[in-house]
């Protein structure tokens, strides 16, 4: 029953001005107050009667005859066409019931998602088809087994994307270092992270809730710029892209057959792009409805790793030298040797002052040769100045030598203070992975709850 659409040129472009018209009118709420009381007709192209029908629909008339003509041409284009148009205009409760099914198609993990789809989707979501519609949606992403270990890590990435590289627990404020080594910062860090994964689900549902709130009373309008211009975009290229026979569109190319410029993401793609903190509120519950599985996989990991006992021994670097701390206090055997470390270095081995030795030898030389040898004057005067240039040098050697010992002490007495502190640190610490633990158990069974609640459809 198709007829060349080259053959009338003129028909196919009014009905597509007269679609494109209709749909500017409908965006705007205008009531078709531009638009002609008849559309053009062009016979055995589905457009046509399917114009028919939505202006029919819309003005609350029966629309049983262009319906059925527009369907035995093209099932799937004509749904696809009148539950998104519908959805513009907010009276996407006028759509048949088996539309959404024919419109959708199936979804598939091994498959992208289409525009089409996507656009439905979205429009379900924002509420544009009433509870049905965002039932409809679940239930064809529930038909999807989503493996709950698939790629855990990049759904946890998406929920809280903005992860601080460590984590500092109170009780180790004063010893970054410890904070650093891994066996104590995995459990905080798994904590913490469990911590932002039940609020990023929380912020979802409370979102969810206060949006379900403000719109008690409208129409199924879409809510959002970006669903309308997603299902304005897929929509104008139903209009324009295909041929009679909904093979082809202009210069003859192969074109999706749901009308919406070929596929999308992969279904996961979309999915995890809801998931994260920018997303659209509407969608961010139905992705989190369909990631659970992973969701509560990972939280499930994270409190298990905050259950860990800390270790009964944890080696430290202490003033550059690696000190082993246990509960009872550190290790004797590593102190001995950092004690011995700071000694050696604190005290570098200057030799004899042979320096300060010549120049007093000299002033000796000097004074026999004064005494014994008449009128040497210069040399009477010179050794008294080559024997006090001589005590000079053991004098500043001295003080050096009681500098290094100062700093010895100095580095010693912190070595130890250093040692103790990180031991009573671990002892608190310990404290705190008691109630860490116990944190991470509530946090599990409030997303758990959260999670097993799901989204409501109204």
């Known amino acids: 029953m198709s007829t060349d659409l080259t053959a009338n040129p003129h028909a196919r472009t009014e009905l597509r001005r007269y679609a494109e018209a209709l749909l500017a009118d409908l965006a705007a709420d205008a009531a078709f107050s531009t638009i002609p009381p ?18 029919l629909l819309v003005r609350g008339e029966d629309a049983l005859k262009p319906l059925g003509r527009a369907a035995q041409l093209d099932e799937r284009r004509t749904a696809l066409f009148l539950c998104l148009a519908l959805a513009l205009s907010g009276q996407g409760d006028r759509i048949h019931a088996s539309w959404m099914g024919i419109a959708f198609g199936e979804l598939s993990l091994e498959r992208p998602v289409t525009r089409g789809q996507r656009a439905l989707w979205l429009a379900a979501a924002q509420g544009a088809y009433g509870p049905a519609g965002k039932i409809f949606v679940l239930r064809k992403l529930d038909a999807v087994a989503v493996p709950s270990r698939s790629e855990p890590a990049r759904w946890l990435s998406a929920l809280t994307p903005h992860e601080p590289s460590m984590v500092v627990p109170p009780s180790l404020v004063d010893f970054p270092e410890l904070a650093e080594l891994p066996e104590l910062a995995q459990p905080v860090q798994a904590s913490a992270q469990l911590t932002r ?4 689900c929380t912020e979802i549902t409370t979102a969810r809730a206060s949006a379900d709130g403000r719109s008690a009373g409208r129409t199924g309008r879409l809510s959002s710029a970006c669903a309308e211009k997603e299902v304005l975009a897929v929509l104008r290229h139903l209009i324009v892209s295909d041929g009679p ?46 990631a659970a599985p992973i969701v509560r996989t990972v939280a499930e990991g994270l409190a298990k790793a905050t259950q860990v006992i800390p270790p009964e021994s944890v080696t430290m670097p202490l003033l550059g030298h690696r000190v082993i701390l246990r509960p009872e206090g550190p290790d004797p055997e590593s102190m001995a040797s950092a004690e011995r470390h700071i000694t050696e270095e604190g005290v570098p081995d200057r030799g004899l002052p042979w320096l300060a030795y010549a120049l007093l030898a000299l002033g000796s030389v000097a004074l026999v040769a004064a005494i014994t040898v008449p009128d040497a004057l210069p040399a009477a005067a010179l050794a008294p100045l080559l024997a006090a240039a001589g005590a000079h040098q053991l004098w500043r050697r001295r003080q050096r030598e009681r500098a290094d010992a100062k700093y010895v002490t100095k580095q010693l007495s912190e070595l ?43």
Request: proline fraction near 8%.
């Open 38 to 55: 008849k559309s053009p007709n062009v016979p055995g192209y589905w457009l046509s009667p399917a114009v028919e029908a939505l202006v």
């Open 245 to 290: 026979d909904g093979s082809a569109g202009p210069g003859g190319r192969p074109e999706n057959h749901d009308g919406a410029d070929g596929a999308t993401k992969p279904l996961v793609e979309h999915l995890i792009t809801d998931l994260r903190p920018c997303s659209d509120s509407s969608l961010a519950p139905i992705a989190l409805h369909v």
């Open 197 to 200: 994964l039940l609020g990023r």
């Open 416 to 458: 130890r203070e250093l040692a103790d502190g990180a031991v009573w640190a671990l002892h608190e610490y310990g404290r705190e992975a008691e109630k860490r633990a116990q944190g991470a158990t509530s946090d599990l069974a409030e997303l758990t709850r959260l999670l097993r609640r799901g989204p409501r459809a109204g």
